[in-house]
C-alpha cells in the first residue's frame, strides 16, 4: 500500500511541475538586462539540510523530548528524521493515524458533514481543525507556538480521491518567516507524513530599527542610475519578512554542529518592482536593522 501510494504521490509531483514548466515555455529570456548585472547574494543565504535518524543522534537537543513523546504514543514504523543543523524534525514518516475517512480506516463521513462523501467536501476548517489538534497533541515536536502558524489555504488541498496536502506558514510576531512551514501528507484518509522546513528556535529582534522608507533610499543608492523610479511598477514598497541564514562564519556546505546551532534569521525589508520592457521581476532584501543588502 506504502509503495503505491509513493507511484501515486510521485506522480502528482511531476504533474504539478510540468504544469508549472509549461507557464514559463512560452517565452524565454534573451540576453541580459542592466539589473542583472547588479544581482547580488550573500552566501549565508545558502540554508542545507543535514538530515540524520533521531535514534542516532547521541546529543540533546531541543525537540528531543517531543520527538520521544510523539514514537511512545503511537505504533508502527515510524521513523523519524532530523535536520541537524535546527535541531528539528524534518520529516516524519512510516506510519499511520486516521485522519480523516478513508479506505485505510474506519472514520465515517458523516461526522465530517452532511451530504459528504468525498474528501473534496470536507471543509478546510475542519482540517486545519485536525492539523491543530494534533500539534497540541505534540507540542513539543516544533518549537513553534500555535499562534505562530496561519494555514495556507492553498497548500491545503485534496488531490483526487486519495491525497490530503496540509501546509502551515510560520509567522513570527505578525511577520513571516520565508518558507518556514510545517506539512501534513494524508493518504487513504491516514496521516502519513509531517515534515518541516526552516523551523527552528528563533533568536531574533522583530522591531526594525531603520524605517521602510530608508530602505528604500539605501536600495536606490545601490542601483545608482538604474534606481527604481516612477517609470517603474512598485509591487512591494518594503514589507518585513524574516530570512533564515546559515550563521556568519560557518561553511553551509559543512556540518560542524553541535545539533541545533546551524540555523539564524535576520529580519528584512523586501522590495519588488517590475521595469518596462525588462523581463523579470526585481526583487531586494534589506536588512532592517543594519541597512546591509542581502540579496
Avoid at 7 to 13: D, G, H, K, M, T
Avoid at 47 to 65: G, L, M, R, S
Avoid at 123 to 135: C, D, Q, S, T, Y
Wanted: aromatic fraction near 10%; charge should be neutral; glycine fraction near 8%.
Amino acid at each position: 500500500m506504502k509503495q503505491k501510494w509513493l507511484r501515486v504521490f510521485c506522480l502528482v509531483i511531476i504533474l504539478i511541475l510540468l504544469l508549472s514548466f509549461s507557464a514559463f515555455a512560452a517565452k524565454v529570456k534573451s540576453g541580459k538586462a542592466i539589473l542583472d548585472s547588479l544581482a547580488y547574494v550573500v552566501p549565508e543565504l545558502r540554508v542545507v539540510e543535514t538530515n540524520e535518524d533521531f535514534w542516532v543522534i547521541k546529543e540533546a537537543f531541543v525537540t528531543q523530548e517531543g520527538i520521544l513523546k510523539f514514537l511512545s504514543e503511537n505504533s508502527g514504523e515510524w521513523k523519524v528524521l532530523v535536520d541537524k543543523r535546527r535541531g528539528v524534525p524534518s520529516l516524519i514518516d512510516g506510519g499511520a493515524i486516521p485522519f480523516i475517512p478513508g479506505p485505510a480506516n474506519s472514520l465515517s463521513f458523516k461526522d465530517f458533514g452532511s451530504n459528504c462523501y468525498s474528501i473534496q467536501c470536507i471543509p478546510k476548517g475542519k482540517i486545519e481543525v485536525l492539523a491543530r489538534n494534533f500539534l497540541e497533541k505534540y507540542p513539543d515536536l516544533f518549537p513553534v507556538k500555535q499562534e505562530e502558524l496561519e494555514m495556507d489555504p492553498d497548500g491545503t488541498i485534496a488531490v483526487g480521491e486519495s491525497i490530503y496536502l496540509i501546509r502551515f506558514q510560520w509567522v513570527k510576531d505578525g511577520i513571516p518567516v520565508e518558507n518556514g512551514s510545517i506539512f501534513f501528507r494524508i493518504n487513504n484518509g491516514n496521516l502519513i507524513q509531517i515534515a518541516s522546513t526552516n523551523i527552528a528556535l528563533v533568536d531574533i529582534n522583530t522591531r526594525p530599527l531603520l524605517t521602510k522608507e530608508t530602505a528604500f533610499e539605501i536600495l536606490r543608492g545601490c542601483l545608482g542610475k538604474d534606481a527604481i523610479s516612477e517609470k517603474d511598477r512598485v509591487v512591494d514598497d518594503g514589507s518585513l519578512l524574516i530570512i533564515p541564514m546559515t550563521p556568519k562564519g560557518m561553511d553551509a556546505n559543512v556540518y560542524s554542529g553541535p545539533v541545533g546551532s546551524m540555523i539564524s534569521y535576520r529580519l528584512v525589508y523586501r522590495i519588488v518592482f517590475k521595469r518596462e520592457s525588462v523581463m523579470g521581476t526585481w526583487e531586494a532584501l534589506i536588512d532592517a536593522h543594519s541597512g546591509e543588502i542581502i540579496r
